[in-house]
Nanobody, 115 residues
Framework: VQLVESGGGLMQPGGSLKLSCAASGFTFSRYVMSWYRQAPGKERELVAS????????NYADSVKGRSTISRDNTKNTVYLQMNSLKPEDTAVYYC?????????WGQGTQVTVSS
C-alpha cells in the first residue's frame, strides 16, 4: 500500500486548498479513505472520511460546512477541499486507508495558514 499526498503549502487565512492523495498497491474502491491532521503539540485527529463504493462522508465538527472530501475510484485518488482557511487549520495532513484488515498512512503534507 502506498499513499502519496500533495497540495500542501503556505495558505492565506480565508483562502482555499485542495489536497490530493494518490493511492496504489491495493483495491482502492474497497477501502475507507480518510484525511487526518496533526498540529504541533497535539494529537492526530480525523478531519474527514469517505467510504469506498457509496461515498458516504463524515467530517470533524471543526471543518464541517467548509470542507469536502471526495474520491475518484478510476484514478485511485482521494481529495480534500477546504475553504475559509483558519490559522488553526495549520497542521500536517495525512492520508489514511482502512479496510477490515489493513491500516495505512501516507507521509503527510504540511499545511500552514498564515498571513
Amino acid at each position: 500500500v502506498q499513499l502519496v499526498e500533495s497540495g500542501g503549502g503556505l495558505m492565506q487565512p480565508g483562502g482555499s486548498l485542495k489536497l490530493s492523495c494518490a493511492a496504489s498497491g491495493f483495491t482502492f474502491s474497497r477501502y475507507v479513505m480518510s484525511w487526518y491532521r496533526q498540529a504541533p503539540g497535539k494529537e492526530r485527529e480525523l478531519v474527514a472520511s469517505i467510504t469506498g463504493i457509496l461515498g458516504s462522508t463524515n467530517y470533524a465538527d471543526s471543518v464541517k460546512g467548509r470542507s469536502t472530501i471526495s474520491r475518484d475510484n478510476t484514478k485511485n485518488t482521494v481529495y480534500l477541499q477546504m475553504n475559509s482557511l483558519k490559522p488553526e487549520d495549520t497542521a500536517v495532513y495525512y492520508c489514511h486507508a482502512r479496510s477490515s484488515t489493513t491500516n495505512s498512512w501516507g507521509q503527510g503534507t504540511q499545511v500552514t495558514v498564515s498571513s
